[in-house]
């Protein structure tokens, strides 16, 4: 059984920074293209970051770019997602997830096989 468990969330003042974990389970992980999307209150969810399946390539958010790092663990089954310069603008809950049958990094939440239950960021000005 697929399980996705996203953890490190919290509340941290604008400027500061968070790492953000999802430990992978019951899939073979080196399959998967896995992401990061996020939602606000009464926002659609949207997209943050992926990586390749061997972690070779990266897509961002223009929202986030040069500020967010996401990166993979094989030997861990591990995604992470390192976050600096935080902005009130970036609070949300954050989800981990997963495709199995993508050609690329995709932007579009229905493109995921898998998600995790989320962790909420809250960023205080």
């Known amino acids: 059984q697929v399980q996705l468990v996203e953890s490190g969330g919290g509340l941290v003042p604008a400027g500061g920074s968070l790492r953000l974990s999802c430990a992978a389970s019951?899939?073979?992980?080196?399959?998967?293209?896995m992401a990061w999307f996020r939602q606000a209150p009464g926002k659609e969810r949207e997209f943050v970051a992926g990586i390749s399946r061997s972690g070779a390539s990266t897509l961002y958010a223009d929202s986030v770019k040069g500020r967010f790092t996401i990166s993979r663990d094989s030997d861990k089954n591990m995604v992470y997602l390192q976050m600096n310069s935080l902005k009130p603008e970036d609070t949300a809950v954050y989800y981990c997830?997963?495709?199995?049958?993508?050609?690329?990094?995709?932007?579009?939440?229905?493109?995921?096989?898998?998600w995790g239950q989320g962790t909420q960021v809250t960023v205080s000005s």
């Open positions: 997830a997963a495709d199995r049958t993508a050609v690329a990094v995709f932007r579009r939440p229905g493109e995921y096989d898998y």
């Open positions: 019951g899939l073979t992980f080196s399959n998967y293209v």
